[in-house]
């Protein structure tokens, strides 16, 4: 089981949030998703929620098929960018495929950089590359939305040990953008005694 933090609130002033996000289990995997519909407000959070759909629904299919999924069912509305993680905690595999600026950060002493391609979801789908990497039990992987500064990554919050959800809730407060919705998803693997 990984253990989860979530963080996420609309852009100041408004009251719906365009982003979205589905952890889902199907026991021998886990599926981390983060979701941006594109501009905001009700126009963006029903982009996000077709995406969502979509992805809940084919969940346990190949990531770029999940994701070509997310295409066609946000055609005719505003698009999203959308970033998809599947973590086999047995076998310490993490795969990655992202379109649009969803970002996603690994804490490992590892170098696992997975790269989100430009594109939207619903529009314009670049090729899909699935990154693959294997991590150490115990490392987490960060999925966020843009509005969330980057600088995050740097910060010495990030070597402090929190668990999942204040680590959440920190990087909200101080790398949180008031001009854009705000998502960010920690996910922490499980260590596993052999
Ligand atoms: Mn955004």
């Known amino acids: 089981m990984l253990d989860i933090g979530v963080a996420e609130r609309p852009k100041a002033g408004a009251t719906i949030s365009g982003d979205s996000y589905l952890v889902k289990s199907n026991g021998s995997t886990d599926l981390v998703a983060v979701i941006d519909g594109l501009g905001g407000g ?33 055609q005719g ?44 979801v619903g529009y314009r789908m670049p090729t899909l590359m699935e990154h693959k990497a294997t991590y150490d039990s115990g490392d987490t992987f960060i999925l966020f939305s843009d509005g ?18 204040p680590l959440a809730d920190r990087i909200m ?12 998803v920690v996910a922490k693997t499980p260590r596993i005694v052999p």
Do not use: W
Request: with cysteine; charged share 20%; glycine share 8%.
């Open 77 to 120: 509305t505003r698009g999203a960018v959308v970033g998809l993680l599947r973590l086999d905690v047995e076998k310490h595999e993490a795969t990655y495929v992202g379109v649009g600026n969803i970002g996603i950060y690994v804490v490992s002493k590892h170098v696992i950089k997975p790269l989100s391609r430009n594109g939207i």
């Open 148 to 165: 969330i500064s980057m600088r995050f990554t740097e910060a010495p919050l990030m070597h402090e040990g929190l668990a999942p959800q």
């Open 42 to 74: 009700t126009a963006a959070a029903e982009a996000a929620k077709k995406a969502y759909d979509a992805i809940e629904a084919n969940a346990d299919r190949p990531l770029a098929t999940i994701m070509q999924a997310a295409h066609h069912a946000c």
């Open 173 to 184: 407060e101080l790398f949180g953008k008031t001009i854009d919705d705000v998502t960010v």
